[in-house]
Protein backbone atom coordinates (compact mmCIF):
# COMPACT_ATOMS: atom_id res chain seq x y z
CA UNK A 1 0.00 0.00 0.00
CA UNK A 2 1.32 3.36 -0.81
CA UNK A 3 0.87 6.17 2.17
CA UNK A 4 0.09 8.66 -0.67
CA UNK A 5 -2.77 6.97 -1.56
CA UNK A 6 -5.98 7.96 -0.10
CA UNK A 7 -8.22 4.63 -0.03
CA UNK A 8 -12.00 4.05 0.42
CA UNK A 9 -11.28 3.82 4.21
CA UNK A 10 -10.02 7.56 4.21
CA UNK A 11 -12.41 9.15 1.76
CA UNK A 12 -14.90 7.34 4.73
CA UNK A 13 -13.22 9.40 7.17
CA UNK A 14 -13.40 12.57 5.48
CA UNK A 15 -16.80 11.57 4.55
CA UNK A 16 -18.11 11.19 7.83
CA UNK A 17 -16.22 14.56 8.90
CA UNK A 18 -17.65 16.56 6.00
CA UNK A 19 -21.11 15.39 7.05
CA UNK A 20 -20.69 15.84 10.66
CA UNK A 21 -19.31 19.31 9.54
CA UNK A 22 -22.26 20.18 7.08
CA UNK A 23 -25.09 19.42 9.34
CA UNK A 24 -23.21 20.60 12.51
CA UNK A 25 -23.28 24.33 10.84
CA UNK A 26 -26.62 24.23 9.64
CA UNK A 27 -27.84 22.91 13.05
CA UNK A 28 -25.70 25.67 15.34
CA UNK A 29 -26.82 28.61 12.96
CA UNK A 30 -30.71 27.40 13.57
CA UNK A 31 -29.93 27.41 17.39
CA UNK A 32 -28.15 30.45 17.16
CA UNK A 33 -31.33 32.42 15.03
CA UNK A 34 -34.02 30.53 16.34
CA UNK A 35 -35.35 28.92 13.01
CA UNK A 36 -37.99 26.14 13.60
CA UNK A 37 -35.49 23.06 13.61
CA UNK A 38 -33.82 24.59 17.19
CA UNK A 39 -34.85 22.86 20.40
CA UNK A 40 -37.75 23.83 22.49
CA UNK A 41 -36.45 27.04 24.85
CA UNK A 42 -38.68 25.16 27.36
CA UNK A 43 -35.46 22.43 27.32
CA UNK A 44 -33.15 24.88 28.47
CA UNK A 45 -35.02 24.66 31.55
CA UNK A 46 -33.28 21.51 32.11
CA UNK A 47 -29.85 22.31 31.43
CA UNK A 48 -27.81 23.91 34.05
CA UNK A 49 -25.88 26.69 33.48
CA UNK A 50 -27.23 27.54 30.01
CA UNK A 51 -30.16 30.05 29.64
CA UNK A 52 -30.01 30.27 25.74
CA UNK A 53 -29.07 28.09 22.91
CA UNK A 54 -26.51 30.51 21.68
CA UNK A 55 -23.43 28.69 23.39
CA UNK A 56 -24.52 25.15 22.43
CA UNK A 57 -24.95 26.62 18.77
CA UNK A 58 -21.87 27.87 18.68
CA UNK A 59 -20.25 25.13 19.79
CA UNK A 60 -22.09 23.47 17.25
CA UNK A 61 -21.92 25.33 14.50
CA UNK A 62 -18.16 26.30 14.70
CA UNK A 63 -16.46 23.40 17.10
CA UNK A 64 -18.54 20.25 15.80
CA UNK A 65 -18.98 22.25 12.12
CA UNK A 66 -16.09 24.15 10.75
CA UNK A 67 -13.89 22.24 13.01
CA UNK A 68 -14.92 18.92 11.33
CA UNK A 69 -14.88 20.82 7.78
CA UNK A 70 -11.29 22.03 8.67
CA UNK A 71 -10.30 18.67 9.67
CA UNK A 72 -11.57 16.70 6.72
CA UNK A 73 -9.93 19.34 3.81
CA UNK A 74 -6.63 18.72 6.25
CA UNK A 75 -6.86 14.91 6.36
CA UNK A 76 -7.44 15.28 2.48
CA UNK A 77 -5.19 18.00 1.25
CA UNK A 78 -2.25 16.65 4.26
CA UNK A 79 -2.37 20.65 5.08
CA UNK A 80 0.68 21.31 7.25
CA UNK A 81 0.81 24.13 9.69
CA UNK A 82 3.78 24.88 11.66
CA UNK A 83 1.44 25.64 14.75
CA UNK A 84 0.71 22.07 14.51
CA UNK A 85 3.70 20.54 14.25
CA UNK A 86 4.02 19.67 17.83
CA UNK A 87 0.54 16.96 17.40
CA UNK A 88 2.27 15.21 14.64
CA UNK A 89 5.56 15.18 16.56
CA UNK A 90 3.73 13.61 19.11
CA UNK A 91 1.47 11.23 17.44
CA UNK A 92 3.81 10.76 14.60
CA UNK A 93 0.76 11.26 12.70
CA UNK A 94 -0.73 14.29 10.29
CA UNK A 95 -2.68 16.85 13.00
CA UNK A 96 -5.92 15.23 11.51
CA UNK A 97 -5.47 12.25 12.27
CA UNK A 98 -5.36 13.07 16.05
CA UNK A 99 -7.86 16.33 15.36
CA UNK A 100 -10.50 13.39 14.13
CA UNK A 101 -10.09 11.02 17.09
CA UNK A 102 -10.62 14.16 19.25
CA UNK A 103 -13.88 15.36 17.37
CA UNK A 104 -15.00 11.62 17.79
CA UNK A 105 -14.76 11.48 21.39
CA UNK A 106 -15.68 14.98 21.85
CA UNK A 107 -18.60 14.33 19.76
CA UNK A 108 -19.72 10.84 21.96
CA UNK A 109 -19.56 13.36 25.10
CA UNK A 110 -21.78 15.93 23.15
CA UNK A 111 -24.33 13.15 22.46
CA UNK A 112 -23.95 11.60 26.41
CA UNK A 113 -25.01 14.88 27.56
CA UNK A 114 -27.97 15.77 25.30
CA UNK A 115 -29.19 11.82 26.69
CA UNK A 116 -28.72 13.04 30.56
CA UNK A 117 -30.47 16.99 29.74
CA UNK A 118 -33.00 16.81 26.86
CA UNK A 119 -36.37 16.14 27.82
CA UNK A 120 -36.82 14.27 24.29
CA UNK A 121 -34.65 11.32 22.92
CA UNK A 122 -34.06 11.24 19.25
CA UNK A 123 -33.48 9.02 16.63
CA UNK A 124 -31.07 11.55 15.36
CA UNK A 125 -28.88 10.75 18.69
CA UNK A 126 -28.62 6.90 18.13
CA UNK A 127 -27.14 8.67 14.15
CA UNK A 128 -25.15 11.02 15.40
CA UNK A 129 -23.50 8.71 18.23
CA UNK A 130 -22.72 6.47 15.03
CA UNK A 131 -20.73 9.02 13.76
CA UNK A 132 -19.04 10.19 17.04
CA UNK A 133 -17.64 5.81 17.24
CA UNK A 134 -17.16 6.19 13.72
CA UNK A 135 -14.86 9.21 14.31
CA UNK A 136 -12.91 8.01 16.99
CA UNK A 137 -12.04 4.32 15.87
CA UNK A 138 -11.80 4.71 11.65
CA UNK A 139 -8.59 6.26 12.55
CA UNK A 140 -7.44 3.25 14.05
CA UNK A 141 -7.43 1.55 10.29
CA UNK A 142 -4.25 0.80 9.32
CA UNK A 143 -4.94 2.61 5.75
CA UNK A 144 -5.92 6.02 7.15
CA UNK A 145 -2.97 5.47 9.68
CA UNK A 146 -0.39 5.04 6.81
CA UNK A 147 -2.23 7.31 4.89
CA UNK A 148 -1.97 10.18 7.81
CA UNK A 149 2.02 8.75 9.07
CA UNK A 150 3.93 11.94 9.42
CA UNK A 151 6.64 11.46 7.53
Known sequence: MVSGHRTAA????????????ITAVAGGIAMVVGLGAAPPAEWLDTIPLI?????????????FGFGSLLTAYGMLKRARWTWLRPVERLTRH?????????????????IALELVYLLEPSALQIVYGGVGVALLLLPLHPAVRAYLAAG
Open 10 to 21: VWTVAGVLSFLG
Open 51 to 63: DSWLIPGLVLAIG
Open 94 to 110: HWSWAATILIGFAHLVW
